[in-house]
């Protein structure tokens, strides 16, 4: 059969290959592609194939207002078009924070650092994705990055300090970084002001989910972040007092109902905890003060300032749920903990001795005297409250070795056996138990029930866990 141009035109057939004729192929080199956006100019969007991967040998550059880097057809899942980075020594694969790229957007697409297994974490350059800078209203949405060669997947720069308004939303982040000394890489690093992190899915960044430098006014919320393989060293940070002015600058920023899982047990142990087979934990949950992370005092008597952390929940292994020292002007209030959690570590060699040593790990520690005009509540029931104690560089514990991991959700443990450890109590999951220690900072709600510990002797220090089951029923007839 003979078809006219008309029909042609109105073919499905050949509709799909106008499509697909859109976007630029990966044949393109680096040069290529970023000659595209040169010459495209304001507004120029660059589509990639979908289910194609870019090898890039130099980060690409936005160069006019309200470009767009995306994969044609805009899908979410792994058909989304890879920017791969090959190049010698090179960290950046996209950047959008000269002047004049206010309005930039990098939407459903992945982003492939590169980093090999081998390689150690390049100290010098950026992070997978440089955005922010003297710029406004850019977007990052449906994104994948992981395996940075530096030490960020994403990091919103402040610029000189006249960087606002960009959204983050929808992105899936990890793995970032390696678990072993220096050489962890964050997920999402905030420093733009005005700025909204919402709906993204983190897993495996190393150093911390979100790292919040401050950014006043920016709100980040209902976000998840987990570890599964590599140990997390904070789940959402905000501890850097700089850059912004005056130090320790967190005015009107958001904290609110974001997710935290620490490390749940991979293999059976007993009736309630098993081991994991990466020794993965998240350190401190909610780590807010410069000194829960410095421990060399490198910032003197400088408090962050002036936040609000509200209905966030925490749930699975941690070393600390939240850790709160030199903060000032802080509302934190409603924050929880879901299904069954344990705060566990050993004390690593970097931990400092005498009256620094940090407190062994609880659910929630507060250093009273470095904080200034903090309004603290809990929820009502909480089964923790916040304890006093040593609060500086929490960091230094050390996944312990043993059976100290919960069991998550769907997570079957049968009947109970005997603790591979030797020295643990069995005791039913569902059973709701608070934290060790009192505080005598001002709460609202109760804790109602028990503490327990469980202490494994080792070299290196002390091991402490705790577990809780949430069951409405159980903690009502209690």
């Known amino acids: 059969m003979r078809l006219s141009l008309t029909s042609l035109l109105g073919s499905s057939l050949l509709g799909s290959l106008l499509v697909s004729a859109a976007c630029t192929s990966n044949t393109t080199d680096t040069a290529g592609l970023q000659q595209l956006i040169q010459a495209g100019g304001e507004g120029y969007k660059l589509q990639l194939c979908a289910g194609q991967i870019y090898e890039i040998s130099e980060q690409l550059n936005y160069t006019a207002l309200n470009q767009e880097i995306s994969t044609e057809g805009y899908p979410i899942d792994d058909t989304r078009a890879t920017l791969k980075m090959v190049g010698f020594n090179k960290t950046t694969s996209v950047q959008a924070q000269d002047a004049g790229l206010s309005g930039a957007k990098l939407m459903n697409i992945q982003i492939n650092g590169n980093r090999l297994e081998s390689e150690d974490i390049y100290t010098a350059g950026g992070g997978n994705i440089e955005f922010g800078g003297q710029n406004q209203n850019q977007i990052i949405e449906h994104v994948r990055s992981y395996d940075p060669r530096g030490w960020s997947c994403l990091h919103l720069a402040e610029g000189t300090f006249n960087c606002l308004n960009i959204t983050v939303q929808n992105n899936d982040i990890g793995p970032c970084g390696r678990d072993y000394f220096q050489n962890w890489a964050d997920g999402i690093s905030l420093s733009c002001a005005d700025s909204l992190v919402q709906n993204n899915v983190i897993v495996d960044a190393t150093d911390g989910g979100i790292v919040v430098f401050g950014a006043p006014s920016s709100v980040i919320r209902n976000n998840t972040i987990s570890v599964q393989t590599r140990t997390m060293l904070g789940g959402i940070n905000m501890v850097d007092v700089l850059p ?39 350190k401190i ?14 910032y003197g008597t400088n408090q962050s300032t002036g936040a609000t952390i509200k209905d966030n929940v925490l749930s699975g292994a941690l070393a600390y749920g939240m850790g709160v020292s ?33 407190h062994e790990p609880v659910a929630l520690l507060l250093e009273p005297s470095s904080v200034t005009d903090l309004t603290l509540t809990l929820p009502e029931n909480s089964q923790f409250q916040f ?22 959700d769907g997570f079957n443990s049968g009947a109970a056996t005997s603790s591979g450890s030797g020295d643990a109590t069995t005791t039913n999951t569902a ?34 866990a705790l577990t809780i089951g949430m069951i409405a029923g159980l903690i009502t007839a209690i």
């Not at 949950?285 to 490198?298: C, E, K, L, N």
Request: hydrophobic share 30%; glycine share 14%.
């Open 285 to 298: 949950g909610i780590a807010v003060g410069p000194d829960v992370w410095f421990s060399d005092g490198r």
């Open 244 to 282: 912004w002015l005056p130090e320790g600058n967190f005015s009107n920023t958001l904290v609110e109902g974001n997710t935290i899982h620490g490390g749940f047990a991979t293999d059976m142990g007993n009736a309630t905890f098993g081991s994991n087979n990466a020794s993965a934990i998240i």
């Open 326 to 358: 030199s903060a000032k002007s802080f509302i934190i209030s409603n924050n929880s903990f879901t299904g069954n959690t344990s705060f566990i570590g050993t004390y690593g060699p970097n931990c400092t001795t005498g009256t620094k040593t940090p």
């Open 431 to 464: 059973s709701p138990s608070a934290s060790s220690g009192s505080s005598s900072t001002p709460t609202q709600g109760s804790s109602s029930s028990a503490s327990k510990s469980i202490l494994n002797g080792s070299p290196s220090g002390v091991v402490f």
């Open 387 to 408: 304890v006093n104690g040593t609060a500086l560089g929490l960091t230094c514990l050390m996944p312990p070795s043993g059976d100290f991991w919960p069991y998550g």
